[in-house]
């Protein structure tokens, strides 16, 4: 099946699909603007296979176009819209995009990088009645084709695309769907992006159950998006790691009574334990789900079951239904239990591989399985502990030191926002650890009292050398810190 057709088949036509502050978008509504954005793509003369890009906030137009790309059989590719100009265009030429869908805010600062040839199109195709109703599903339709294309962040270099099918989508979000129990009743509260996969995969899991997303503009103004949350009875709310630190220790969401919100998911990288206990003390009425995936995965590969947060903090949890995760060492062998070794998927839902990168294809998808590039331990039970990733270890006094736990260590003072750990090059040391440190506004907390926290509670050779204090860290379009810019902000 067309995965258009999967995900909006079954969302009642006077259902409420999408929410703004200021309007809402039923199911018939998205239906039509479906069939407008599917119009004009056949006006453009475009055709199976082709590329058609995206550049646009969260909105109706950018869900419809989203659908109408993958509903002609086309290639969806989705760009992030923080890129500068210049690197639009590079990814452009990069994906071989034929036409764009874009914001007409968003045209204005980057028309003069597009590539002259590139079909633009705006907000102004969803005008007016489509020709003709939103065409059935195609008998024998082939699900293994490729449906959108997502492009990871590259910091150093051009970003990789990863190919995401028809069949890789249906199959994570009826994963998804299950373990966490969806239905139409659902409201998600969406402030990731949905050109990032944890974004696109809240879209995809809400509208097959047939239940509503609200469209929160920005990660930037917590105090808006909580309002909102409150004023939409919002009952889901999701974010990564950077999201809860923002929302957890500088906006007023521990204070907040939020009676609708039952459900609340935290993926996108490792959330040190204390956040995990102050979002379950923040929000006791709802169930909070740790998880852990990989864009080439399409979004989810494993979640912790609420019940379990007490006993295996920590934890990512286990494979979500459907997909197979094991701890291997270097020799393709399970680890025993308190071994570190790499995590690696097999689904349904894994990627058929990078865009014309056969080489790291090779080393990275092997026989149907994803190596993941994240090293992990296993208890007794087969619950998954992520260590670190294999570039962000730190080699200090000759011993592997996982930046990971030296920052779940600082993040235990409340005063601290956010922060990020990395190794720099050491005569003594081989390799010392800095520690970037995010205050609160106000906060007293000085270099002195993080390292004293740290000589209490790590060993010797994991304490840092050195705290710095910023106003804030470097993310990527998805929120995650880059540790590559740190490390060139170290080296100069």
Excluded at 357 to 365: A, D, L
């Amino acid at each position: 099946m067309n995965i258009s057709d999967y995900l909006i088949q079954f969302g009642d036509e006077d259902a409420v699909a999408l929410i703004t502050a200021k309007e809402e978008f039923t199911y018939r509504d998205l239906r039509q603007a479906t069939g407008s954005a599917l119009d004009a793509f056949h006006s453009a003369g475009f055709v199976s296979g082709d590329r058609i890009g995206i550049l646009g906030g969260n909105s109706l137009f950018w869900v419809s176009s989203y659908l109408a790309a993958m509903k002609l059989g086309a290639i969806a590719v989705p760009f992030a819209t923080k890129l500068p100009p210049h690197e639009l265009a590079q990814q452009i030429e990069q994906t071989g995009c034929r036409g764009i869908c874009i914001d007409k805010r968003l045209h204005k600062k980057v028309s003069l990088e597009l590539p002259h040839s590139l079909m633009i199109m705006d907000e102004g195709i969803l005008t007016g009645t489509p020709l003709h109703p939103l065409p059935d599903d195609e008998p024998g339709f082939d699900e293994h084709h490729d449906a959108a294309w997502m492009l990871t962040s590259g910091t150093t270099s051009k970003p990789r695309v990863v190919r995401i099918t028809h069949a890789n989508i249906r199959s994570n979000t009826d994963s998804i769907i299950r373990y966490l129990g969806l239905t139409g009743a659902e409201r998600m509260m969406s402030i990731l992006p949905f050109y990032y996969c944890f974004g696109t995969s809240l879209l995809h899991t809400h509208l097959r159950v047939g239940g509503s997303l609200v469209l929160g503009d920005t990660l930037g103004f917590p105090e808006k998006v909580l309002d909102l949350m409150a004023e939409k009875n919002c009952t889901g709310f999701a974010g990564v790691p950077t999201t809860f630190q923002m929302y957890l220790r500088n906006s007023t969401f521990p204070q907040r009574t939020l009676p609708d919100l039952r459900q609340i998911q935290q993926a996108g990288g490792k959330l040190s334990n204390i956040l995990i206990e102050e979002l379950v003390q923040c929000c006791p009425q709802a169930k909070v789900y740790i998880m852990y995936g990989q864009t080439e995965a399409t979004a989810r590969l494993s979640y912790l079951p609420p019940d379990d947060l007490n006993l295996k903090r920590g934890s990512v949890g286990r494979g979500i239904p459907d997909v197979t995760l094991k701890v291997l060492n270097e020799a393709g062998e399970e680890v025993k239990t308190g071994e570190v070794g790499e995590i690696v998927a097999w689904g349904e839902n894994i990627s058929p591989g990078y865009l014309d990168e056969p080489e790291i294809n090779v080393e990275k998808f092997v026989q149907g399985s994803l190596h993941t590039g994240d090293m992990a331990t296993t208890d007794e039970e087969g619950y998954i502990y992520i260590v670190d990733r294999k570039s962000d270890f730190i080699k200090s006094y000759g011993n592997r030191v996982s930046s990971q736990e030296v920052e779940a260590c600082i993040m235990e003072l409340k005063e601290v926002v956010a922060t990020a750990v990395i190794g720099i090059s050491d005569p003594l040391r081989g390799e010392a650890i800095r520690a970037y440190v995010v205050l609160r506004s106000n906060a007293k907390l000085d270099e002195a009292a993080i390292l004293n926290h740290c000589m209490k509670r790590l060993a010797r050779y994991m304490v840092p050398r050195d705290v710095v204090f910023a106003q804030s860290l470097p993310v990527n379009q998805h929120g995650k810190v880059i540790k590559s810019e740190l490390r060139k902000m170290a080296i100069a």
